[in-house]
């Protein structure tokens, strides 16, 4: 009987998809207890290839193709595969769990019939050492690190409730009825020249989980580690998630207040914040800690950046809004 479908969203990464389904395929988890769904999002290097070789000793192996630009449409045709009508695990393409991952997720809804939604540490892979000025995006407190630019987090050693937003993306377990039940994920990333349709993916999901009283767990048994490639440890990057972070807190507002704003209050609000900025960052990071500060401050610039982006795309295309108040993203996907 399968209790868990592990949905494996990717696009063109067979290389690092190829660590992740050994690691999956390594679990103490008995293999006819959970099958893995890889969605491919139209990959053009050897991703098929690479699935098939592993479903030729891998029967709880599937591989289907999702034509529609997006992780919100692979997401979502991999609830629509699932065989499992009791728990799914979406995990990233770039990551490897623990040899007992899927057993610690299934131990710790079993054991709290109250929770829907399940997280663990997401721990770093890094390629090479990351630079100094990581150190000004990172949250340390109470023995607990979060490092959501790079979807990092360690909530130490105590297993308990949390906020859902907490649950990141890599490894997100979750009840299929409640998922359902919620109307399924929002938006969240997509290629650069969709960047307006982006969402707050995940967290939107926790929203509406929230709303009906659902409940989330922390469990530190339950372990990935995240590949972070050196391409990620530049302010390049950190600037372009940052900006992509601000489109999402935008969506995140209109949906909150079910309106738009005007293009002076969202000009106003703009300037407000990059102004504010300055004793922010400090405060944040302490007024002796100026080599971090101008890093810091050109990140979060970005932020605002996307946030204003959004807010305009939206006034200025009336379907756009449209499409960010409606109830639900789960649109019939490809057969």
Same mark, same amino acid.
């Given at each position: 009987?399968?209790?868990?479908?592990?949905?494996?969203?990717?696009?063109?990464?067979?290389?690092?998809?190829?660590?992740?389904?050994?690691?999956?395929?390594?679990?103490?988890?008995?293999?006819?207890?959970?099958?893995?769904?890889?969605?491919?999002?139209?990959?053009?290097?050897?991703?098929?290839?690479?699935?098939?070789?592993?479903?030729?000793?891998?029967?709880?192996?599937? !591989?289907?193709?999702?034509?529609?630009?997006?992780?919100?449409?692979?997401?979502?045709?991999?609830?629509?595969?699932?065989?499992?009508? %009791?728990?799914?695990?979406?995990?990233?393409?770039?990551?490897?769990?623990?040899?007992?991952?899927?057993?610690?997720?299934?131990?710790?809804?079993?054991?709290? %019939?109250?929770?829907?939604?399940?997280? /663990?540490?997401?721990?770093?892979?890094?390629?090479?050492?990351?630079? !100094?000025?990581?150190?000004?995006?990172?949250?340390?407190?109470?023995?607990?690190?979060?490092?959501?630019?790079?979807?990092?987090?360690?909530?130490?050693?105590?297993?308990?409730?949390?906020?859902?937003?907490?649950?990141?993306?890599?490894?997100?377990?979750?009840?299929?009825?409640?998922?359902?039940?919620?109307?399924?994920?929002?938006?969240?990333?997509?290629?650069?020249?969709?960047?307006?349709?982006?969402?707050?993916?995940?967290? /939107?999901?926790?929203?509406?989980?929230? /709303?009906?009283?659902?409940?989330? $767990?922390? %469990?530190?048994?339950?372990?990935?580690?995240?590949?972070?490639?050196?391409?990620?440890?530049?302010?390049?990057?950190?600037?372009?998630?940052?900006?992509?972070?601000?489109?999402?807190?935008?969506?995140?507002?209109?949906?909150?207040?079910?309106?738009?704003?005007?293009?002076?209050?969202?000009?106003?609000? $703009?300037?407000?914040?990059?102004?504010?900025?300055?004793?922010? /960052?400090?405060?944040?990071?302490?007024?002796?800690?100026? %080599?971090?500060?101008?890093?810091?401050?050109?990140?979060?610039?970005?932020?605002?950046?996307?946030?204003?982006?959004?807010?305009?795309?939206?006034?200025?295309?009336?379907?756009?809004?449209?499409?960010?108040?409606?109830?639900?993203?789960?649109?019939?996907?490809?057969?």
């Amino acid at each position: 009987m399968i209790e868990i479908s592990v949905i494996v969203p990717t696009f063109n990464r067979a290389k690092s998809l190829e660590d992740t389904l050994r690691s999956i395929c390594e679990q103490t988890l008995s293999h006819d207890r959970y099958e893995v769904i890889v969605v491919d999002n139209g990959s053009t290097d050897n991703t098929f290839m690479l699935t098939e070789q592993f479903m030729r000793t891998r029967p709880n192996i599937r !591989y289907v193709c999702e034509p529609q630009r997006g992780l919100l449409y692979c997401r979502h045709r991999g609830v629509k595969e699932s065989r499992s009508g %009791n728990i799914l695990v979406f995990i990233d393409d770039d990551i490897i769990v623990a040899k007992n991952y899927l057993e610690m997720i299934l131990n710790t809804f079993e054991g709290h %019939n109250d929770i829907v939604l399940v997280g /663990g540490k997401v721990l770093p892979d890094f390629e090479t050492c990351p630079p !100094y000025w990581i150190k000004a995006f990172e949250t340390h407190r109470e023995g607990t690190y979060i490092l959501s630019f790079l979807s990092l987090i360690d909530l130490g050693e105590s297993a308990d409730y949390i906020r859902g937003d907490f649950v990141f993306g890599c490894s997100f377990s979750i009840k299929k009825d409640a998922l359902v039940r919620c109307g399924g994920f929002n938006p969240d990333s997509f290629p650069w020249d969709m960047v307006k349709y982006r969402g707050d993916g995940e967290t /939107g999901l926790w929203h509406k989980l929230e /709303g009906h009283g659902y409940k989330a $767990f922390y %469990n530190p048994a339950i372990v990935i580690r995240h590949k972070v490639p050196s391409s990620r440890l530049t302010d390049e990057y950190f600037c372009k998630r940052a900006y992509m972070e601000g489109v999402s807190w935008s969506f995140t507002g209109i949906r909150k207040t079910g309106r738009k704003s005007s293009y002076i209050a969202t000009e106003l609000y $703009f300037l407000a914040c990059i102004i504010a900025l300055i004793p922010f /960052g400090f405060y944040r990071l302490g007024w002796n800690r100026v %080599n971090l500060f101008f890093i810091y401050y050109k990140v979060m610039i970005n932020f605002f950046k996307g946030y204003r982006f959004h807010r305009i795309e939206v006034l200025k295309d009336p379907a756009l809004l449209r499409y960010v108040l409606q109830d639900t993203f789960m649109q019939e996907t490809s057969s």
